[in-house]
T-cell receptor, first 112, second 116 residues
Framework: DQQVKQNSPSLSVQEGRISILNCDYT??????FLWYKKYPAEGPTFLIS?????DKNEDGRFTVFLNKSAKHLSLHIVPSQPGDSAVYFC???????????FGTGTRLKVLA | GAGVSQSPSNKVTEKGKDVELRCDPI?????LYWYRQSLGQGLEFLIY????????KSGLPSDRFSAERTGGSVSTLTIQRTQQEDSAVYLC??????????????FGPGTRLTVL
């Protein structure tokens, strides 16, 4: 039973356009959410996070939106750049706990 | 380097052999995690250490898997009698403690294990 789902295994976007990566979760106890980015042969690196008390968090070209009622979050990258091509994982956890639950990842390809 | 390091980067072994995977966390990080990523799968939690103790081993897939951490630093994940389904990338991460939004996990580059 996957508690965190990324239903799109891959996404291709033209350079300069918006990339939207989606993530759904089932556990209503999750109250913080993160996105990680992974290049080949490297470990995932933290990108951006959001607490359940917010519905939006922005950091430069990256914005994460959280819809608690729908148990859905999304990562927007605008404008997309070729260097953004990577696998993006969403992760969720409960405050005060130590364990993230990760999704299966979405491979983003930004076309020059 | 100041990051999490893992060794070996690649390991090819024959079915039935034992393997040891090593993780060197960031100095001072008390929490250490092992994950694995099988082909087409997400990051699967295996085990968590706080200091040298492992309060949560719930993710270890079978009793062939074990892990230890010594001196609050280096950790070793051991897989005995490897099977082909053990083939995956094994990732280690460390953090300063309880998960908070500003207390991220730092991942190593992983060990790619291939069991023939």
């Amino acid at each position: 039973d996957q508690q965190v789902k990324q239903n799109s295994p891959s996404l291709s976007v033209q350079e300069g356009r918006i990339s939207i990566l989606n993530c759904d979760y089932t556990n209503s106890m999750f109250d913080y959410f993160l996105w990680y980015k992974k290049y080949p042969a490297e470990g995932p690196t933290f990108l951006i996070s959001i607490s359940s008390i917010k519905d939006k968090n922005e950091d430069g070209r990256f914005t994460v939106f959280l819809n608690k009622s729908a148990k859905h979050l999304s990562l927007h990258i605008v404008p997309s750049q070729p260097g953004d091509s990577a696998v993006y994982f969403c992760a969720a956890g409960g405050s005060g706990t130590y364990k993230y639950i990760f999704g299966t990842g979405t491979r983003l390809k930004v076309l020059a | 380097g100041a990051g999490v390091s893992q060794s070996p980067s690649n390991k090819v072994t024959e079915k039935g052999k034992d393997v040891e995977l090593r993780c060197d966390p960031i100095s001072g990080h008390t929490a250490l995690y092992w994950y694995r990523q099988s082909l087409g799968q997400g990051l699967e939690f295996l085990i968590y250490f706080q200091g040298n103790s492992a309060p949560d081993k719930s993710g270890l897939p079978s009793d062939r898997f074990s892990a230890e951490r010594t001196g609050g630093s280096v950790s070793t994940l051991t897989i005995q009698r490897t099977q082909q389904e053990d083939s995956a990338v094994y990732l280690c991460a460390s953090s300063t403690g309880l998960l908070r939004l500003d207390n991220e996990q730092f991942f190593g580059p992983g060990t790619r294990l291939t069991v023939l």
